[in-house]
């Protein structure tokens, strides 16, 4: 450094991404992810609701679509738990990132505001998502124990989840 600046003082620490404590960085997202998810719902049952309903009326039409007018859906093993499970985790991946990416921009007056690590404000948005796709995936199981077998039985011992899972999952052709 030269003379003239080093009588300016200690150089001024811009934001960063990280922050200097992992444990501020966890701890701010989970309360802005939290207070986004409580935000999101206050005073609204219906919306709690519409967030439950609006991957099984997706499910509904889809099923009508592919195995009524298509005919698609009957060479795929448990084809409704299938398709209901890629619903639900396209609609996770699909509302975390397209929240993520615009989520700094949504939050300009906080991040103009307030010193903290800026990675925060996407990753409370993806923990937001992923609060939202919990609920989502007890309709997901739900459906797993309801839809039953190939005999149309329903599922009633753990051994039979550990089974149904793994065809679900399983590449077709195995």
Do not use: C
């Amino acid at each position: 450094m030269s003379a003239g600046a080093a009588g300016l003082g200690e150089p001024i620490k811009g934001p960063s991404a990280l922050g200097d404590s992992p444990q501020r960085l966890w701890y701010l997202t989970r309360t802005l992810a939290v207070s986004d998810f409580k935000h999101r719902f206050f005073g609204s049952v219906l919306g709690y609701f519409w967030q439950l309903m609006r991957p099984l009326l997706l499910f509904g039409v889809l099923y009508l679509v592919f195995t009524q007018a298509l005919k698609l859906g009957e060479t795929v093993d448990f084809f409704p738990v299938v398709l209901l499970t890629s619903i639900v985790l396209y609609t996770f991946f699909a509302e975390a990132t397209s929240g993520a990416v615009s989520s700094v921009i949504d939050r300009e007056n906080l991040v103009r505001k307030i010193q903290f690590p800026r990675l925060v404000i996407p990753l409370s948005t993806v923990v937001t998502s992923g609060l939202n796709f919990g609920p989502n995936t007890t309709v997901v199981l739900g459906f797993f124990f309801a839809f039953g077998d190939e005999k149309g039985q329903p599922l009633t011992e753990p051994m039979d989840l550990g089974y149904r899972f793994r065809r679900v999952t399983d590449p077709p052709g195995k």
